[in-house]
């Protein structure tokens, strides 16, 4: 994982070799390629100490812990896949694979209800990744007559070039699939039923790969097929769709929050509501609220994955995910206490953390669009902190009663490591950052 990393980093400094019919790495993807593999490294880091537990617990055995691990890294090449196909018929295989590859290991446990939450994942997640295949069949469909048959006109940058003579009814019903397809995977409300249980069945460090990752790829997916949507001035403006349903899954999650009585299935609900800030974002368009939605799905990966990190020590250490049943974290356990609290007020958007700087953006770019939307969407951004707030008061500076001593067994340096960059992009965001993040929003328009 660390040598994914490094490779990627790379992409950014050294000469990009030019699209092929297969592979393609632009502005774009080399922002979800380099998030995806740090996150994946600090995930595998935090996998080790973690499992290792389980393994000592009797949670898992030799064999499952084995598979664990070759079946993760399975899913990070099937996600790594999808970033750099320049293929639309790729993508869907390598979106397909990791799905797959999550799906087996949220049944690691093999419980009845770690077993129902894989079978609910694979079945509404194949249902969606179905619909998104239709799509992509259609998408062809209006190429093949400008471009050619075959090969040729599943070729992403081919698609773009051409995708004023594409013909627009195609489109339309092409974007259609895909967005209810991909946003099944991204986890957008009405879309999301496999999504809390994912999380509160599956080892942790896969809910934060889920949260953290998985959701980004298929929204990757997405803002690629609105590029070409954007490109083609007959085609159905993707934007208005996208803004729907971004502010229905805010909403919707935002009071689903105050209904959790499982910590992991609370952030659950609060990825929801952050992706559905990210395409509300993204579906408004423009360099500003594009430089904000992919700064805002930047900061909700690494503060997420920074929270599962955190629950799944606490889980391990209290020995249940029952929020009434956890308290005083801070009193019993000061460093992984004080560490939960600084990301769950992250995530909320208390400054002056990275998600506070990038929802400012997305608000103050709503209000110079559409008072009535940021009206919903400030609505929903309070909804969602009066229920996390509520609920951190109790976990971390309630009695914490007659807690069991130990110390994380997940460490905490990845979970630490993520912290302090959110605050740090939070108080400073580098002038380099800021003109990579600019050139991608231009570049999605």
């Known amino acids: 994982s660390a040598a994914t990393f490094l490779a990627a980093a790379a992409l950014l400094v050294v000469d990009r070799p030019a699209p092929g019919d297969y592979l393609h790495i632009d502005d774009l993807n080399i922002v979800f390629i380099v998030l995806n593999t740090f996150v994946g490294m600090t995930a595998a880091a935090f996998s080790a100490g973690y499992i290792g537990h389980e393994l000592e617990t009797g949670r898992v055995t030799d064999a499952s812990l084995r598979f664990y691990h070759a079946t993760f890294q399975v899913m990070m090449f099937g996600m790594n896949l999808a970033l750099v196909s320049n293929n639309i018929g790729l993508m869907w295989v390598a979106v397909e694979l990791a799905t797959l590859s999550t799906v087996l290991m949220v049944g690691l446990y093999r419980t009845p209800e770690a077993l129902e939450a894989a079978w609910k994942y694979f079945i509404l997640g194949s249902v969606g990744i179905a619909l998104a295949l239709f799509g992509t069949i259609l998408v062809y469909m209006a190429a093949e007559p400008v471009i050619g048959g075959g090969l040729p006109s599943m070729v992403w940058t081919n698609l773009l070039a051409a995708a004023h003579r594409l013909d627009p009814h195609m489109l339309d019903m092409a974007f259609v699939f895909l967005l209810v397809g991909y946003g099944t995977k991204v986890g957008l409300a009405p879309f999301h039923a496999w999504l809390p249980d994912a999380h509160a069945e599956g080892p942790t460090p896969i809910s934060a790969v889920l949260s953290g990752l998985l959701l980004n790829v298929a929204l990757y997916?997405?803002?690629?097929?609105?590029?070409?949507?954007?490109?083609?001035?007959?085609?159905?403006?993707?934007?208005?769709?996208?803004?729907?349903?971004?502010?229905?899954?805010?909403?919707?999650?935002?009071?689903?929050?105050?209904?959790?009585r499982d910590i992991k299935r609370l952030f659950a609900y609060s990825s929801i509501e952050h992706m559905g800030i990210i395409v509300f974002s993204f579906g408004m368009g423009g360099p500003l609220a594009n430089f904000a939605g992919l700064l805002h799905m930047v900061m909700h990966s690494l503060t997420k994955s920074a929270i599962f990190f955190a629950v799944g020590n606490i889980a391990q250490l209290r020995g249940t995910q029952q929020i009434a049943d956890i308290r005083g974290l801070t009193q019993s356990h000061p460093a992984l206490g004080w560490a939960f609290v600084v990301a769950v007020l992250s995530i909320a958007g208390m400054p002056p953390s990275g998600v506070f700087m990038s929802e400012f953006l997305v608000v103050t770019t709503s209000f110079s669009r559409s008072p009535l939307l940021a009206l919903v969407l400030v609505t929903g951004l309070a909804l969602a902190l009066g229920a996390l707030v509520t609920r951190l008061t109790g976990l971390a500076f309630g009695d914490p009663g007659e807690a069991a001593p130990g110390r994380p067994r997940g460490g905490m340096i990845p979970l630490w490591v993520h912290i302090a960059l959110v605050l740090l992009i939070g108080l400073h965001m580098p002038a380099d950052m800021v003109a990579w993040f600019r050139s991608v929003a231009a570049l999605l328009g």
């Open 221 to 260: 997916a997405l803002l690629r097929f609105k590029m070409l949507m954007a490109a083609n001035a007959e085609a159905l403006a993707p934007g208005p769709l996208m803004i729907g349903l971004g502010l229905v899954s805010l909403i919707f999650a935002a009071l689903m929050l105050y209904r959790r």
